[in-house]
């Protein structure tokens, strides 16, 4: 199958999902209408539904191609789920200028508009990062791009975009413009070697890759680079090394010529910190009043299941290194630290894994009935007390203790900036399959990228997770 074809294919399958989601959300909007005709009043509802619900499709799914969502490839989930949004509420202003303006269905009832455009965000958002993960999986998703490289340590771009799979990038052909590159190194890759740059324009006409990756280290050895890939590449993507930082909020400048890069810290600044906080306690207080029966369940459980208290609190860092306790259900036993030091004693390779992660898969201080919350995070419930309380929030860095802040290094001044989370981007980004050192930045990347959508990206992440147990 040709690259076009490919292309062709998962256009066709996210535009078809797009619309049966989109007809779905039309539904329910409508039939919950329906059921509010005592309250709302109204009638004869469903004469112009298919009427309706085929322009605001067309309107939703052209803003979604303008928004270059169809393919999408190179969109990161955040940056895509703040394009849904904006395309979704701009299709149904337009769809609601067409029906009031113009005096179109002038008898279907406008709260239609405001159910279904509620209803196609949250779906809609849903429903593309299920789908383009699972499509991510499959040989005819992406695009293919060519790797111009110096060094070995430019090889490492490649791994971070196998990595970064649903982006739709894939490594087809390597070009090395230095002496510093192992040719081992480079057959390993299994990736076709260029020789030169008249190998690189060749290999482009043949094969119509129009995505170069290039390092901007060589660049700035070599400033005529830029201009001949652009004559050949419609799109050059430069890589900084700086990157533990991320960067969702770079914004390039021009300087008389110059390019310059400014980057955008939105989690420290004031409005940011209102409205997060903000909603932090509507939805604690919404969360709470409904757990409110699991709470009760829970409480009983522990409490037949091993002797000690149901609650414990355990001293934990947090904004601006503040101590605070971090209140959750118990599911260790009362003894727990002196079975864990036994079992250390006995497995020295155990010692060293728990020295890495800080966690082990059997860990024996944990109860029978604890291994079960802590699969779907149960025991992290009672923590919306401590986010009423201004001591966490919904969503953060994970909250550590003293000697974890000493293992931070010098990435403890950015962390703790902002509260420690209840969930977060290394708790739906990998949690105990990743190294100390991936969390931290991890933890850091949060902290410098932060951004309404990101939120909502991990909130819909930690549902999935919780539902799944993944990562538990």
Same mark, same amino acid.
């Given at each position: 199958?040709?690259?076009?074809?490919?292309?062709?294919?998962?256009?066709?399958?996210?535009?078809?999902?797009?619309?049966?989601?989109?007809?779905?959300?039309?539904?329910?909007?409508?039939?919950?209408?329906?059921?509010?005709?005592?309250?709302?009043?109204?009638?004869?509802?469903?004469?112009?539904?298919?009427?309706?619900?085929?322009?605001?499709?067309?309107?939703?799914?052209?803003?979604?191609?303008?928004?270059?969502?169809?393919?999408?490839?190179?969109?990161?989930?955040?940056?895509?789920?703040?394009?849904?949004?904006?395309?979704?509420?701009?299709?149904?202003? !337009?769809?609601?200028? +067409?029906?009031?303006?113009? #005096? &179109?269905?002038?008898?279907? *009832?406008? @709260?239609?508009?405001?159910?279904? $455009?509620?209803?196609?965000?949250?779906?809609?958002?849903?429903?593309?990062?299920?789908?383009?993960?699972?499509?991510?999986?499959?040989?005819?998703?992406?695009?293919?791009?060519?790797?111009?490289?110096?060094?070995?340590?430019?090889?490492?771009?490649?791994?971070?975009?196998?990595?970064?799979?649903?982006?739709?990038?894939?490594?087809?052909?390597?070009?090395?413009?230095?002496?510093?590159?192992?040719?081992?190194?480079?057959?390993?890759?299994?990736?076709?070697?260029?020789?030169?740059?008249?190998?690189?324009?060749?290999?482009?006409?043949?094969?119509?890759?129009?995505?170069?990756?290039?390092?901007?280290?060589?660049?700035?050895?070599?400033?005529?680079? !830029?201009?001949?890939? +652009?004559?050949?590449?419609? #799109? &050059?993507?430069?890589?900084? *090394?700086? @990157?533990?930082?991320?960067?969702? $909020?770079?914004?390039?400048?021009?300087?008389?010529?110059?390019?310059?890069?400014?980057?955008?810290?939105?989690?420290?600044?004031?409005?940011?910190?209102?409205?997060?906080?903000?909603?932090?306690?509507?939805?604690?207080?919404?969360?709470?009043?409904?757990?409110?029966?699991?709470?009760?369940?829970?409480?009983?459980?522990?409490?037949?299941?091993?002797?000690?208290?149901?609650?414990?609190?355990?001293?934990?860092?947090?904004?601006?290194?503040?101590?605070?306790?971090?209140?959750?259900?118990?599911?260790?036993?009362?003894?727990?630290?002196?079975?864990?030091?036994?079992?250390?004693?006995?497995?020295?390779?155990?010692?060293?894994?728990?020295?890495?992660?800080?966690?082990?898969?059997?860990?024996?201080?944990?109860?029978?009935?604890?291994?079960?919350?802590?699969?779907?995070?149960?025991?992290?419930?009672?923590?919306?007390?401590?986010?009423?309380?201004?001591?966490?929030?919904?969503?953060?860095?994970?909250?550590?203790?003293?000697?974890?802040?000493?293992?931070?290094?010098?990435?403890?001044?950015?962390?703790?900036?902002?509260?420690?989370?209840?969930?977060?981007?290394?708790?739906?980004?990998?949690?105990?399959?990743?190294?100390?050192?991936?969390?931290?930045?991890?933890?850091?990347?949060?902290?410098?990228?932060?951004?309404?959508?990101?939120?909502?990206?991990?909130?819909?992440?930690?549902?999935?997770?919780?539902?799944?147990?993944?990562?538990?």
């Amino acid at each position: 199958m040709s690259q076009k074809a490919r292309t062709s294919l998962v256009i066709m399958i996210l535009l078809i999902g797009d619309i049966l989601v989109l007809y779905f959300s039309f539904t329910l909007g409508a039939s919950i209408r329906t059921l509010l005709i005592p309250l709302l009043g109204g009638k004869g509802l469903w004469a112009s539904f298919n009427a309706a619900a085929g322009l605001g499709i067309l309107y939703v799914g052209s803003i979604f191609a303008l928004f270059s969502l169809y393919p999408g490839y190179g969109l990161t989930s955040v940056t895509e789920i703040e394009s849904i949004v904006k395309s979704t509420s701009v299709g149904f202003i !337009l769809l609601g200028i +067409t029906a009031y303006v113009l #005096r &179109v269905f002038i008898n279907f *009832p406008r @709260s239609i508009f405001l159910f279904t $455009w509620l209803i196609s965000i949250v779906l809609l958002t849903a429903w593309r990062i299920f789908l383009r993960n699972r499509l991510s999986l499959t040989d005819f998703y992406g695009t293919p791009f060519v790797l111009v490289i110096e060094s070995d340590g430019d090889l490492s771009i490649i791994d971070v975009i196998r990595r970064c799979r649903r982006l739709g990038w894939s490594a087809a052909a390597i070009l090395s413009l230095g002496d510093k590159v192992s040719q081992e190194k480079l057959q390993n890759n299994s990736l076709k070697i260029l020789e030169d740059l008249n190998d690189l324009r060749n290999y482009n006409r043949q094969h119509g890759i129009d995505t170069v990756f290039v390092s901007n280290q060589l660049l700035d050895k070599n400033s005529s680079l !830029l201009r001949r890939l +652009t004559n050949n590449f419609r #799109r &050059v993507v430069l890589v900084y *090394p700086f @990157s533990d930082m991320g960067s969702v $909020w770079v914004r390039p400048l021009d300087l008389e010529g110059q390019l310059g890069l400014e980057l955008n810290f939105h989690l420290l600044e004031p409005w940011a910190l209102v409205f997060k906080r903000s909603v932090d306690i509507f939805f604690a207080i919404i969360l709470l009043v409904l757990l409110f029966p699991l709470v009760l369940f829970l409480m009983l459980v522990i409490r037949l299941d091993s002797p000690g208290p149901v609650f414990f609190s355990h001293g934990r860092v947090g904004k601006g290194g503040d101590d605070f306790g971090v209140i959750k259900f118990r599911t260790m036993y009362m003894d727990a630290e002196e079975r864990l030091e036994k079992m250390l004693q006995e497995d020295a390779s155990l010692r060293d894994y728990f020295e890495e992660h800080r966690k082990l898969d059997n860990d024996p201080r944990i109860t029978r009935f604890g291994k079960w919350i802590r699969k779907f995070s149960l025991d992290e419930i009672p923590q919306f007390w401590n986010v009423l309380r201004g001591e966490m929030s919904l969503i953060g860095p994970r909250a550590v203790t003293r000697e974890e802040v000493e293992a931070y290094g010098d990435k403890a001044s950015v962390i703790l900036r902002v509260r420690p989370g209840i969930s977060g981007w290394w708790q739906v980004m990998g949690r105990h399959r990743t190294s100390w050192e991936q969390r931290v930045r991890l933890e850091v990347y949060y902290v410098s990228n932060w951004s309404l959508w990101m939120d909502v990206y991990i909130a819909l992440k930690t549902v999935w997770v919780i539902i799944t147990g993944q990562g538990a």
